[in-house]
């Protein structure tokens, strides 16, 4: 059975380093779908350098903090370990929620959306970003950053 819209929690898994204006619209735009979404920040302990998850949930707080209230209080931010769909199971979510950007990160999203639902069971929402937001990445706006280029008008 299908739960329905005021029961459907999502879960919007990443690394989110950093968390971009594209993460944000995802989510707000998740939340016309769902009743809540759980923001979950992975922590990889193998990759060293990066912020600790406790930085990038408390980055996370502070871009959700712009949204209304009454889109606020439906958003949680949580850190974990392990595979992502595994973790949507221990907290009861319906799905998982992914963003993607263009071709190349469709098939990277569908193939994982079709071992977490033939493996684990665990059913993917996948939202398209909008035009504005398709050329963001974290990743992207790393390299910039790190090459001393002003990167604030692509986060939050």
Do not use: W
Request: aromatic share 6%.
């Amino acid at each position: 059975m299908t739960p329905r819209f005021d029961e459907t929690v999502l879960l919007y898994a990443g690394s989110f380093n950093p968390f971009t204006r594209g993460h944000l619209r995802i989510v707000e735009r998740a939340l016309a779908i769902a009743a809540a979404v759980i923001v979950g920040v992975g922590h990889n302990p193998d990759k060293p350098g990066n912020p600790s998850a406790r930085e990038r949930v408390d980055e996370i707080c502070k871009a959700l903090s712009k949204l209304p209230a009454e889109l606020r209080e439906r958003v949680e931010v949580v850190t974990y370990t392990g595979l992502t769909a595994e973790f949507a199971r221990s907290l009861g979510v319906s799905a998982l929620l992914r963003g993607v950007r263009g071709v190349q990160d469709f098939e990277f999203e569908r193939n994982l959306a079709d071992v977490n639902l033939k493996v684990l069971g665990m059913d993917t929402v996948i939202l398209c970003a909008e035009p504005e937001y398709s050329y963001i990445s974290s990743s992207v706006i790393r390299e910039l950053a790190s090459h001393g280029h002003d990167v604030s008008g692509l986060l939050p």
